[in-house]
């Protein structure tokens, strides 16, 4: 049977028997699931239309939340992104469009659409965007359902080894979960190996411990829709600087252990508990009057 632990192990196997990371997570599948592989991939296929979906959706999204505070800023971005000249945009149309993507796919969740939870809700716009970059460069549909095994993996690991609930671990559980399963999936599309994978993960992993989880009046909109425009940028350069040979100096495994200990060491007041951070602003606070009531608790 195919099982690993952490992600040394999981890249160890890879390696040694020769096969791309995804192999080894479908295989593993295969075996705690008793299913087939056409049945898990087919699975997987259904997510990446749900996704490819909702990035559709949210790149033309003008439909703004219920309260107000989300809701076109994908359009907008996406508009941007195609200036050209000295309008271009700094990063190039290619990480814009993954931004716009993002918040697309998080505004999308914000007027309750159908969205895949990868690996939460709060954190959905990440990996479908990184998917949606590749495709654009070229990625096959066929090989951007089985990078998702990859991403699967990763989060996987993560998940029994650190945290992806922001209640539990604060936001680096979920949108630093996410751009680390995207960064990975993203090196493995463009044909990195599987200690190339790891390097991405620890690099995109490192750069958002501490994130924390403090959303405004309670709502799953201010800071997460854009925070997945900025996270899905992110796991593009430790995609790209894992791809360029850099290594993280603290190895992948590591990292998690004290993305761990970080979450634990994280007051509740910034897990999720929206009793912290920008959530207790002025501003926030005043945006929670006025949804819920002078003086009334969300
Ligand atoms: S701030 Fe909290 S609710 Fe928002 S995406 Fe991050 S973990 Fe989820």
């Known amino acids: 049977m195919i099982n690993f632990n952490n992600l040394a192990e999981l890249i160890y196997i890879a390696r040694e028997k020769s096969l791309p990371i995804h192999e080894i997570v479908i295989a593993r599948e295969m075996h705690t699931s008793l299913r087939s592989r056409e049945s898990?991939?087919?699975?997987?296929?259904?997510?990446?239309?749900?996704?490819?979906?909702?990035?559709?959706?949210?790149?033309?999204?003008?439909?703004?939340?219920?309260?107000?505070?989300?809701?076109?800023?994908?359009?907008?971005?996406?508009?941007?992104?195609?200036?050209?000249?000295?309008?271009?945009?700094?990063?190039?149309?290619?990480?814009?469009?993954a931004a716009a993507a993002a918040v697309g796919v998080n505004e999308v969740n914000a007027v309750m659409g159908r969205i895949v939870a990868c690996p939460t809700a709060g954190s959905c716009g990440i990996v479908p965007a990184a998917l949606y970059a590749a495709r654009q460069r070229g990625a096959s549909e066929e090989d951007l359902v089985l990078s998702l095994f990859t991403a699967a993996g990763i989060g996987m690991v993560i998940d029994q080894n650190a945290s992806i609930a922001g209640a539990s671990g604060g936001c680096q559980a979920e949108c630093g979960t996410a751009?680390?399963?995207?960064?990975?999936?993203?090196?493995?599309?463009?044909?990195?190996?599987?200690?190339?994978?790891?390097?991405?993960?620890?690099?995109?992993?490192?750069?958002?411990?501490?994130?924390v989880c403090d959303p405004v009046a309670g709502l799953v909109e201010v800071p997460c829709v854009k925070r997945n425009g900025f996270a899905v940028v992110e796991a593009m350069l430790a995609a790209d600087m894992a791809l360029s040979g850099i290594k993280s100096v603290i190895p992948v495994d590591e990292v998690i252990e004290a993305m761990d200990k970080i979450g634990r060491a994280l007051p509740k007041s910034l897990r999720e508990t929206s009793q912290g951070g920008l959530a207790v602003t002025p501003t926030a606070k005043r945006i929670e009057r006025g949804l819920y009531g002078q003086g009334q608790e969300k």
Do not use: C
């Open 40 to 97: 898990i991939i087919k699975e997987m296929q259904g997510s990446w239309a749900v996704m490819r979906e909702s990035i559709a959706r949210g790149l033309d999204n003008r439909e703004k939340s219920l309260s107000g505070l989300t809701g076109g800023d994908a359009r907008r971005l996406r508009l941007y992104g195609s200036r050209k000249g000295t309008e271009a945009p700094y990063l190039g149309e290619a990480a814009i469009l």
């Open 179 to 211: 751009a680390g399963m995207a960064a990975g999936a993203l090196v493995e599309l463009a044909g990195g190996t599987p200690d190339e994978v790891g390097e991405a993960v620890a690099l995109s992993l490192k750069n958002l411990l501490g994130l």
